[in-house]
């Protein structure tokens, strides 16, 4: 899949440049908060799909995109494992919010 690739070769939906960053290595076993940014950076920006993501990490879908899920509620800081709790708690109470204003 990528023995042929250029960086030149990606182009976004505005047509311009993808920037590349080196990808995590196949057999890492240590995510960490930028690791995962940049895998997901390169699934968002068409480098791999979810599916190629996850077979070459051995990741499950769930995991992976929990991680999507993170970075569009929290940005990279929502991928730190110390504060998923946290995140998720606030983002819960957020969701009831938006279901039910009287809430408040």
Known sequence: MLQNFHPGDL???RDARMVLWPLPVPS???WTIRRKADLVAAVTGGLLTVGEACEIYSLSIEEFTGWQRA???CGMPGLRVTRIGQYRELHNRLDAIMQDPAQD
């Open 11 to 13: 182009i976004d939906g």
């Open 28 to 30: 890492t076993k240590r």
């Open 71 to 73: 970075v569009d509620r």
